[in-house]
């Protein structure tokens, strides 16, 4: 580091430390946009210290002077296991913040997940030509809606489609209630004085606030009224979607086809057999169901059942380079990242994307030196010290 560092570069040497440069950023309401979970944030806190209950045994006689830490899933090649995920509204962090994070991801040589709740569209997302970009969607009421944005999706050439299950009801998030912080964000109710605090993340949103809406629920002709797609928003989640969805989505995309939000093995099983190429072991990062299992604890379950037929990712509390190689011993493909892709636009834009990823890089090829690991094939089961794993 030298004297053009820029301070929060210096200060954000971990994930953790970017969380707290967020918090010092952002208005309170959106700190816990992103930061909260639903209920009690067991779960939440469940995720992050599932990691805690492993530990690894390293084998430094191993060793080699470089690492590789390329994996390849769905036929392309990316130069680190940690992907983007899906995080609605990530424009409200950062002007653009959808495209920042994607660039950030490219650069970094991975994959970005656009939410089907992002600020920007689909379509605008896909002409900053970033790659591989995935898009995610939902089982919506109207399922005409759902095979519209399947086939934009489409249209736009992503290279994947990610179809969320654990969002048949909003969570309840008791921070956004007590913050009075609504989806879509109705700003004139989040706390003025919250903003004024944060003059330069105010300042950087002054054009974008009146635009903060879910761009691709904007049908052509229609205006961005916000009450409107309130209203919209609401009556869209299905309690009552099924597999028949899944195999009317299959039908719809011709790509890999991604599920994300399985935490049951026999529903991973189910969906082998319905022909989804990929799973993410996910509970919506503790947003939804308060007491769900942690990922990283039901991960070696779904492994066993099906990861000999299909990637498995997962997401969910992974704040070190360590969390990642962990998961990878477990059978995991790569990781995805929520909260953190969050905290670094909130710091700086596609920059702090890019230094959150950098960290990440630079962790995973510490742990893997450390262990003895020269690429990421060599990363399995034996290298857990195995406290709470099934045999
Ligand atoms: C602010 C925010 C918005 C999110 N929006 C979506 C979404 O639109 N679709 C989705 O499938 N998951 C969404 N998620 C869940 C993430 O994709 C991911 O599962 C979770 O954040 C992973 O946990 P982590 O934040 O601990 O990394 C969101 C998460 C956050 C924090």
Redesign the pocket.
């Known amino acids: 580091m030298n004297a053009v560092t820029p301070d929060w570069m210096r200060k954000g040497y971990s994930v953790g430390a970017m969380r707290k440069l967020a918090l010092a950023s952002l208005p309170r309401p959106v700190f816990d946009?992103?930061?909260g979970g639903a209920e009690d944030e067991r779960t939440?806190r469940r995720?992050?210290c599932a990691f805690d209950d492993v530990d690894l045994l390293p084998q430094p006689l191993r060793g080699a002077a470089t690492r590789d830490l390329s994996v390849t899933l769905f036929g392309k090649r990316l130069s680190l296991p940690v992907i983007i995920?899906?995080?609605?509204?990530a424009g409200l962090f950062w002007p653009d913040g959808e495209c920042c994070g994607a660039r950030a991801a490219q650069a970094a040589g991975t994959a970005y997940?656009l939410?089907?709740?992002s600020v920007c569209t689909l379509e605008t997302l896909a002409g900053t030509g970033v790659t591989p970009r995935w898009m995610?969607v939902?089982i919506y009421r109207d399922r005409a809606f759902t095979r519209e944005l399947v086939e934009r999706a489409a249209t736009a050439n992503y290279d994947a489609l990610?179809l969320?299950i654990d969002?048949q009801v909003l969570g309840s998030r008791e921070r956004n209630i007590r913050n009075g912080f609504t989806i879509p964000p109705r700003l004139d109710f989040m706390s003025l004085a919250a903003m004024a605090t944060k003059g330069h993340w105010l300042w950087r949103m002054r054009n974008e606030l009146r635009h903060i809406t879910f761009g691709n629920y904007v049908r052509p002709g229609e205006t961005a009224e916000i009450g409107k797609l309130a209203g919209r928003m609401s009556s869209l989640l299905d309690p009552s979607m099924s597999w028949d969805d899944v195999d009317m989505v299959r039908k719809l995309w011709s790509g890999p086809f991604i599920l994300?939000?399985v935490l049951s093995p026999a529903e991973a099983d189910m969906a082998r057999r319905r022909g989804v190429d990929g799973i993410?072991v996910?509970?919506?990062?503790?947003?939804q169901l308060d007491g769900a299992a942690a990922s990283f604890d039901v991960l070696p379950h779904i492994v066993d059942a099906v990861a000999s037929e299909m990637p498995i990712l997962l997401?969910?509390?992974?704040?070190r380079g360590g969390d990642v190689v962990k998961a990878l011993a477990l059978g995991a493909t790569a990781c995805?990242?929520?909260?953190?892709q969050?905290w670094g636009l909130a710091v700086a834009g596609e920059a702090g994307v890019a230094h959150v990823l950098d960290i990440y890089r630079s962790e995973i090829d510490r742990v893997m030196t450390l262990c003895g690991l020269t690429s990421i094939a060599d990363i399995n089961r034996d290298l857990l010290f195995r406290r709470n794993l099934p045999d």
């Open positions: 946009f992103a930061d939440l995720n992050e995920g899906p995080t609605g509204l997940c939410s089907h709740g995610q939902f990610v969320t969002n994300k939000g993410i996910s509970n919506h990062g503790g947003r997401d969910g509390g992974v704040r995805l990242i929520g909260r953190p969050l």
